[in-house]
């Protein structure tokens, strides 16, 4: 069964940190590029963060970066997000998805293509208090 689990999601003041994981099974974690998604309420989904296979190339929203770090353990099968300085409009469910070898940046407001992804995970919620 394929599964896709995030994780660390909680409440925090700004300025705070967090750590969220995204832990695989049930496929070929290393053929996996593993992308972050965010939306927030009443908005829609976009693209925070994410980090190709094979090279562990890493790519990010202007929104995060500086402040956030995506890291891979492939023997783990795990994907890290390392947010820290987070500020009130970071508040959001964060998601973890799938996608065969590479990331793909579409720009803008959206930065990661959403559609095409392999696997979804369930969402963690991210809470940001000012």
């Known amino acids: 069964e394929v599964q896709l689990q995030a994780s660390g999601g909680g409440l925090v003041q700004a300025g705070g940190s967090l750590r969220l994981s995204c832990t695989a099974s049930?496929?070929?974690?290393?053929?996996?590029?593993i992308s972050w998604f965010r939306q927030a309420p009443g908005k829609e989904r976009v693209g925070v963060s994410c980090?190709?296979?094979?090279?562990?190339?890493?790519y990010y929203a202007d929104s995060v970066k500086g402040r956030f770090t995506i890291s891979r353990d492939d023997n783990k099968g795990t994907v890290y997000l390392q947010m820290n300085s987070l500020k009130p409009e970071d508040t959001a469910v964060y998601y973890c998805?799938?996608?065969?070898?590479?990331?793909?940046?579409?720009?803008?407001?959206?930065?990661?293509?959403?559609?095409?992804?392999?696997?979804w995970g369930q969402g963690t919620q991210v809470t940001v208090s000012s």
């Open positions: 980090i190709s296979s094979s090279d562990a190339k890493t």
């Open positions: 998805a799938a996608d065969r070898w590479v990331c793909t940046v579409v720009g803008g407001p959206q930065f990661l293509r959403l559609g095409g992804m392999d696997y």
């Open positions: 049930g496929f070929p974690f290393d053929d996996y590029a």
